[in-house]
């Protein structure tokens, strides 16, 4: 009974669900870095003053993610959940912060965006400040979902805004929400001060092949 | 109800009547409609429940019908449905809101949606479609709409090739093209346009001038992103601190659905159906389930278990809303703790409900025939140790918020709703129980084994903001009341009648409500003898309340007591948009 | 003065809870505690087994082919696509047709689940599928056939079929 299943294609599919494709042989990083190798004074800088700096504004965006609060569809519902006492998603800084966009870094879509929501939406978009990070939550955020056959549904908000994390589910289950937290923390960590994320490659890496 | 028919058939003679159990058709010439109307309101249907059209292109015609309920005792159960047929061509038909000024707002939709032109209506203006809508009225039969995706899908690169590849892509050398934080510019380009049309806020305009009746009153703008709004905007004519009148503007969540409902079978409409308000899944597609089994014939298969099992997720249902509700509430009241509270009581039923449903808020568990799926093993015992845990947690409620002055000033005497008002604008649940009206489908008309159960429908007099809260608080008792004594009435045996074959409608109409958690729901589905309904109507609690409350209570108020009000009402954008 | 007291009578009701156990999950760190049941479902009863409605898991050698779950997805969320896999053959499915499933379509009702009548696919407790790109929450039917770590299926696993050798 030989299965035609490669054992070994498995296996890698498990690997890069877990943490990621390995590199093979390429030295991962920055792509300056990779094709054009710095000088040893700009990288005796970097060492030294750079890396610690970039650490540290970092670790400061890394725990102050305050959403908008713009409530485009259902999915809200979940955001609440896990604002509650049981999910508590303050512990990874993201606090409801119920101000002025000019404070907030985080974008939570929760859920469809309609036609006449889409220009309101970008708006607002355009009126917080950089470093800013978009999280597409639930299958019409991410695609349109359910709503392939409406006349008023935006089929998936990428289409307006840069996303950097998906989290599907119809709504996605308070964990997941704070899965996707984590992930964009992971994300965050390897920005560097301008506020550009290396490489989305990058991130699939194991923290151990990471530059730090 | 005879007597009703014949002074009908007296006023106009060419009048068609048809009493299918509990429901009155009166099917009368446009130019009597008013008459009937008049004759039918003096006879006690005063509580409007639904305008609906349906769009009939092979009799070249369009068919309005007026759902009336009533809050009177005897007439309770009962609905006439008035209604009249209309050259397609030229729909123009007379308006109803000086009989049932509810109705208000259900033309307005209507006329939006098929392009009846209703005479007389006081302000005929658009409601749910965005501004730059140049299409025909979407619920015409010539509307089709066409699938999105398969182009949309090949624009996002998502080749099927994917799916059948071994190895993940190779990706770890990164391109230069990952630096672009920006993936998409030409769509970029294309919303950056829409801001340059100077007409991209039509509608508001109006309405901002509307509200500006003279030179002392400013217009703002209350939502769409605000803490107190939701997905929705009210539009507030301010003279100092006071508001002096109000124009919701809404329609930032309307997703169709009427109209996708025809493009699907009586299954598949199931999880979309639940959308609307998913903190209340099971109460919202409860009508429809009961609307569709009469459609399909097979109201009397529905096992009995299965009953049992769909009242507990109801209730179940019930409780994860006003919990819901009342969390925000405590965050609009300025009382934080509460909203910690209630949404980690939440989890306690949701964890009982996610081992039946498999799915935290959304379970898609009714289905037409029973239930998906039997409760697990040593699921009855969890949920009455769940129910005991909730119910002493709820019992702390009062002495932290019921009971304490900072909440008592924001909500007593705030947002006053009297009784004949809440009548005649159609007011539903717990906004028309707390202004005095004892008024619950649940008892009305019981379905789904809810007369074998006892429980009680709180009622208060005073019609406040405060009322409003203190009856859904109580509601929660009577609910973890039922899903008590169901857990214990419910005998083993099967839960689904199974289905052989093609699964079609016989052709003809149902319409069935249920008291959801905002209320009174119901759906209309006519059928035309094929797998999918021609025509769904849902009638929601929320388009109800807020669109006909909001417009009568906020007058007269402070800004800062909007919010409270505004969700007092109970109201969840997504339900009154659809 | 009254007024005074009920206010901290309230505050008081709040303080108590500072002696309670904890209510927060600390949930990356610790399970997230939902049921560990597959969701899956008995064709010749018509009714299903309660579990949670997560990831799909297809049993790779009972799947036919036939569709059926592709045609319920169509016009739910249009995520089940069909696909071939060249590389897998079995003797019940001659054109080797598998489901693909789009998680950023999908809306976990289950109701593919309901339609497959081989038991072949089922919904597992897996919730952890939020990712940068989204093409990644693209699934073949490859990785749809690797059980996930949580969970555990409820439903008695049938006798399979042989695979096709060569």
């Known amino acids: 009974m030989q299965s035609k299943i490669d054992a070994r294609a498995i296996e890698a599919i498990i690997q890069s669900r877990k943490e990621g494709p390995q590199p093979t042989g390429v030295l991962v990083g ?67 912060a119920f101000g002025s966009l000019r404070q907030c870094d985080l974008m939570l879509v929760m859920g469809t965006v309609t036609r006449k929501l889409a220009p309101r939406l970008k708006l607002i978009w355009d009126q917080m400040p950089e470093p800013k990070f978009c999280i597409a939550m639930g299958a019409c955020a991410i695609s349109g979902g359910l709503y392939e056959q409406s006349y008023n549904v935006l089929q998936g908000v990428d289409k307006i805004i840069p996303v950097d994390v998906y989290i599907p589910g119809c709504p996605p289950p308070a964990p997941a929400v704070i899965d996707a937290i984590v992930k964009l923390q992971e994300k965050i960590r390897c920005m560097d001060l301008k506020g550009r994320v290396a490489s989305e490659a990058y991130l699939r890496l194991s923290p151990k092949w990471r530059f730090r | 109800m005879k007597d009703l028919i014949d002074e009908a058939l007296k006023v106009a003679p060419e009048t068609k009547c048809s009493i299918q159990g509990n429901r009155v058709k009166i099917l009368a010439p446009v130019e009597s409609v008013i008459k009937i109307g008049e004759l039918v309101k003096r006879y006690g249907f005063d509580h409007i429940e639904s305008v609906c059209g349906t769009d009939y292109p092979a009799d070249n015609t369009i068919e309005v019908l007026y759902f009336v309920g009533s809050v009177r005792e005897e007439l309770k159960s009962k609905v006439v449905i008035l209604g009249s047929r209309i050259p397609r061509g030229e729909p123009i038909f007379p308006t109803l809101t000086n009989i049932w000024p509810g109705a208000y707002f259900h033309e307005r939709e209507e006329y939006e949606m098929l392009g009846i032109r209703f005479e007389g209506h006081p302000q005929l203006a658009r409601l749910l479609l965005p501004d730059d809508w140049d299409d025909i009225p979407p619920l015409r039969k010539d509307f089709h709409v066409k699938k999105w995706g398969a182009a949309e899908r090949e624009d996002a690169g998502l080749k099927i090739e994917r799916a059948v590849l071994h190895h993940p892509p190779p990706e770890c050398i990164p391109s230069a093209d990952d630096f672009k934080k920006v993936r998409n510019p030409s769509f970029l380009e294309r919303f950056q346009q829409a801001f340059d049309v100077p007409e991209y806020d039509t509608l508001g305009r109006q309405l901002f001038d509307w509200v500006q009746k003279d030179e002392r009153t400013i217009a703002i703008s209350f939502g769409i992103q605000h803490p107190g709004s939701g997905h929705m905007r009210l539009v507030l004519g301010v003279d100092g601190d006071t508001v002096t009148e109000v124009e919701p503007d809404i329609g930032y969540v309307h997703r169709g659905k009427e109209k996708m409902c025809e493009y699907k079978n009586y299954f598949q409409n199931i999880p979309q159906l639940e959308r609307p308000t998913i903190h209340d899944s099971t109460g919202m597609i409860f009508p429809y389930v009961l609307a569709a089994e009469e459609i399909l014939d097979i109201a009397d298969k529905v096992p009995e278990r299965a009953k049992y099992l769909r009242i507990i997720m109801a209730e179940f249902n019930r409780i994860l809303n006003h919990t819901y509700w009342l969390g925000i509430m405590g965050i609009f009241t300025g009382h934080s703790t509460m909203f910690m509270w209630a949404m980690g009581d939440r989890e306690i039923i949701i964890d009982a409900a996610q081992r039946l449903g498999g799915a935290r808020v959304t379970f898609a568990y009714l289905v037409p025939g029973g239930v998906r799926n039997d409760a697990p093993e040593g699921w009855e015992d969890y949920v009455l140790k769940a129910c005991d845990k909730f119910e002493k947690r709820l019992d702390r409620y009062r002495e932290i918020y019921f009971e304490n002055p900072l909440f008592l000033d924001r909500t007593v005497g705030v947002g006053v709703l009297s009784r004949q008002d809440a009548i005649d604008l159609g007011i539903v649940g717990p906004a028309l129980r707390a202004s005095g009206v004892y008024s619950d489908t649940r008892k009305d008309e019981p379905y789904s084994l809810y007369d074998t159960i006892d429980f009680d429908v709180p009622v208060m007099m005073d019609g406040d903001s405060y009322a409003r809260c203190m009856v859904s608080y109580m509601e929660m008792y009577q609910s973890l009341r039922i899903i008590r004594q169901a857990v214990k009435m419910m005998k083993p045996g099967p839960v689904r009648y199974h289905f052989r074959g093609r699964v079609r409608g016989k052709v003809g109409e149902a319409y069935a409500r249920t008291e959801a958690a905002r209320g009174s729901i119901s759906f209309y589905i006519v059928s035309d003898g094929k797998e999918k309904p021609y025509r769904v109507k849902i009638n929601t609690p929320s388009f109800r309340n807020l669109l006909a409350g909001v417009k009568k209570i906020l007058p007269g108020h402070r800004i800062a007591d909007v919010p409270v009000i505004h969700w007092s009402l109970n109201y969840w954008a997504v339900d009154a948009d659809r | 003065m009254v007024e005074a007291l009920k206010i901290i009578k309230a505050m008081q009701s709040g303080l108590r809870h500072l002696f309670y156990s904890r209510v927060t999950r600390r949930y990356p760190e610790v399970d997230s505690g939902l049921p560990e049941g597959y969701y899956s479902f008995d064709p010749k009863k018509g009714v299903a087994t309660a579990g949670w409605k997560g990831r799909h898991y297809l049993e790779m050698d009972k799947c036919t082919g036939c569709q059926l779950c592709s045609f319920m997805c169509d016009e739910i969320s249009n995520a089940i696509i069909m696909v071939e896999v060249p590389e897998v053959r079995f003797e019940q499915n001659k054109k080797s047709l598998f489901p693909s499933v789009d998680y950023g379509r999908c809306v976990f009702c289950g109701l593919c689940v309901d339609a497959c009548p081989f038991e072949c696919l089922h919904m597992t407790p897996e919730i952890r599928l939020a990712d940068y790109d989204r093409k990644k929450l693209y699934y073949s039917p490859l990785e749809l056939s690797i059980q996930p770590a949580v969970g555990k299926p409820s439903y008695v696993v049938g006798k399979r079929k042989e695979r096709v050798e060569g």
């Not at chain 1, 792509?31 to 190798?37: A, T, W, Y």
């Not at chain 1, 504004?57 to 979940?78: D, I």
């Open chain 1, 30 to 96: 920055k792509v300056d870095e990779v094709i054009k190798p710095k000088s040893l004074l700009r990288r005796t800088f970097d060492y030294i003053i750079g890396e610690p700096l970039t650490y540290l504004v970092n670790w400061g965006r890394l725990y102050s993610l305050w959403p908008t609060h713009v409530e485009t569809a259902c999915c809200s519902v979940e955001i609440g959940a896990s604002a509650g006492s049981r999910w508590d998603i303050e512990r990874f800084g993201v606090l409801e």
